[in-house]
C-alpha cells in the first residue's frame, strides 16, 4: 500500500491559477471585484462569491467602446466603492470621460472631464 501511495505521489499535478500578470489593473471591495485583463481592454466586475461578473466595453453615452477604439482609449484608476461602485477614468485623446458603474444595477455613467 505504502508503494501505490508512493507512485501516486510522483505523478506530476497540474493546478491552474491566475498569474497577476494577467491583470492590468485589481480591485476588490468585499465579494465585488473589478479587473481589466491585459489581453482584453473591456473592464470585469461583479459579485464574486455570485460568480456574476459581467464584461463592460461600452460605456454608457459617451459612444466610447473599449475594444473598438483600444489602443488611443484605456480605463484606467479603478477604485470600487464597499457600495459596489466602481470609479475609473477612460482615456481618451479627443474626450476624457469620469466614469462610475454601478455594479447592483449594472449601468454605467460617463462624463467629460474636460481634459
Not at 66 to 85: C, F
Not at 86 to 91: D, K, N
Amino acid at each position: 500500500m505504502k508503494i501505490i501511495f508512493l507512485i501516486f505521489l510522483s505523478f506530476p499535478f497540474l493546478i491552474y491559477a491566475d498569474d497577476i500578470s494577467e491583470y492590468e489593473y485589481y480591485a476588490k471591495s468585499g465579494s465585488y471585484v473589478a479587473y481589466i485583463k491585459s489581453d482584453d481592454h473591456c473592464i470585469y466586475c461583479g459579485d464574486i462569491e455570485e460568480n456574476d461578473i459581467k464584461k463592460y466595453c461600452d460605456m454608457g453615452s459617451s459612444g466610447i467602446n473599449l475594444t473598438r477604439d483600444h489602443p488611443s482609449v484605456y480605463a484606467v484608476e479603478l477604485h470600487l466603492s464597499v457600495r459596489a461602485v466602481l470609479s475609473f477614468i477612460v482615456a481618451a485623446p479627443w474626450n476624457e470621460q469620469k466614469c462610475k458603474a454601478d455594479l447592483y444595477e449594472n449601468s454605467i455613467f460617463c462624463e467629460p472631464t474636460g481634459r
